[in-house]
T-cell receptor, first 115, second 111 residues
Framework: NAGVTQTPKFQVLKTGQSMTLQCAQDMNHNSMYWYRQDPGMGLRLIYYSASEGTTDKGEVPNGYNVSRLNKREFSLRLESAAPSQTSVYFC??????????????FGDGTRLSIL | DAKTTQPPSMDCAEGRAANLPCNHSTISGNEYVYWYRQIHSQGPQYIIHGLKNNETNEMASLIITEDRKSSTLILPHATLRDTAVYYCIVVSGGSQGNLIFGKGTKLSVKP
């Protein structure tokens, strides 16, 4: 029972490099999310996909792009990494994008350091 | 979304019940109470949620006061693996996406 799987678990980049964080869920959920977690800031929503084929900006979308590849997979891309994007990134999924009896389930995160 | 207040830390003896309080005095009628926990270096783990009634699942029980201004998460038989930061979150049922974690309660289960 894998739930939400994120790859890679750790990554170190140099400023200006690009990379894609991968996320896959096996719960047949419709909605998927990308968050970042910084010390003292809690979780902040970057982008979400309410259903396959749709994506919307969250609280902190600048510097990121997303792709909902299919119902299972939702990727997050950093086109030109900056030190301010050093963070722990979490992917989550749920049945629907609203909070009416719809808990989100999280992966174990990608720890990204940008030098 | 309503703001929540939780004690910064609590201790519990292994095998005893852990009762984690949360105040949400400004909660409105369509806002749910959700509980998550985060064990060091892992992703947030969903525990339980409720709207008005008390709820129980295989992990925990959630007791919501009649006026809904506070709630208590109960872990009936705490184990060392329950040591984590526990977050009480109040969120509108109609809102999309965003999940705002406060500072939470650091629960330490001791042998």
């Amino acid at each position: 029972n894998a739930g939400v799987t994120q790859t890679p678990k750790f990554q170190v980049l140099k400023t200006g490099q690009s990379m894609t964080l991968q996320c896959a869920q096996d719960m047949n959920h419709n909605s998927m999310y990308w968050y970042r977690q910084d010390p003292g800031m809690g979780l902040r929503l970057i982008y979400y996909s309410a259903s396959e084929g749709t994506t919307d900006k969250g609280e902190v979308p600048n510097g990121y792009n997303v792709s909902r590849l299919n119902k299972r997979e939702f990727s997050l891309r950093l086109e030109s990494a900056a030190p301010s994007q050093t963070s722990v990134y979490f992917c989550a999924s749920s049945w629907a994008p609203d909070w009416s009896n719809q808990p989100q389930h999280f992966g174990d995160g990608t720890r990204l350091s940008i030098l | 979304d309503a703001k929540t207040t939780q004690p910064p830390s609590m201790d519990c003896a292994e095998g005893r019940a852990a009762n984690l309080p949360c105040n949400h005095s400004t909660i409105s009628g369509n806002e749910y109470v959700y509980w998550y926990r985060q064990i060091h270096s892992q992703g947030p783990q969903y525990i339980i949620h409720g709207l008005k009634n008390n709820e129980t699942n295989e992990m925990a029980s959630l007791i919501i006061t009649e006026d809904r201004k506070s709630s208590t998460l109960i872990l009936p038989h705490a184990t060392l693996r329950d040591t984590a930061v526990y977050y009480c979150i109040v969120v509108s049922g109609g809102s999309q996406g965003n999940l705002i974690f406060g500072k939470g309660t650091k629960l330490s289960v001791k042998p």
